[in-house]
Nanobody, 124 residues
Framework: QVQLVESGGGLVQAGGSLRLSCAAS????????MGWFRQAPGKERSIVAA????????YYAPSVKGRFTISRDNVKNMVYLQMNSLKPEDTAVYYC?????????????????WGQGTQVTVSS
């Protein structure tokens, strides 16, 4: 089992950058595929990015590709989301998710563990 805690959200102007962090508990973090997801008011939660358990494979939603970068540190049990060139439409609560598997997963329904979320607000 793994527990996830997100941090790093905040208010930023359009064009700015933020780095989200997700801290994971447990000694088997390196066995989990990790993902970042977001949910805007009135919308369904959707995937932003995912990374394989050793970081050799990633997935990005088309809307963030080229602007966001997912990474992980299996020594520190951390996963990160570097967000650049932020747009107002990136405003949402961002969640970290985990699934014990060797493959990169883009379907949020396949993730078993979730953090509580961190708010990102991008002003125009």
């Amino acid at each position: 089992q793994v527990q996830l805690v997100e941090s790093g959200g905040g208010l930023v102007q359009a064009g700015g950058s933020l780095r989200l962090s997700c801290a994971a508990s447990g000694r088997t973090f390196s066995l989990y595929t990790m993902g970042w997801f977001r949910q805007a008011p009135g919308k369904e939660r959707s995937i932003v990015a995912a990374i394989s358990r050793i970081g050799d494979s990633t997935y990005y939603a088309p809307s963030v590709k080229g602007r966001f970068t997912i990474s992980r540190d299996n020594v520190k049990n951390m996963v990160y989301l570097q967000m650049n060139s932020l747009k107002p439409e990136d405003t949402a609560v961002y969640y970290c998710g985990a699934r014990r598997t060797s493959v990169v997963l883009s379907n949020l329904r396949e993730y078993d563990y979730w953090g509580q979320g961190t708010q990102v607000t991008v002003s125009s």
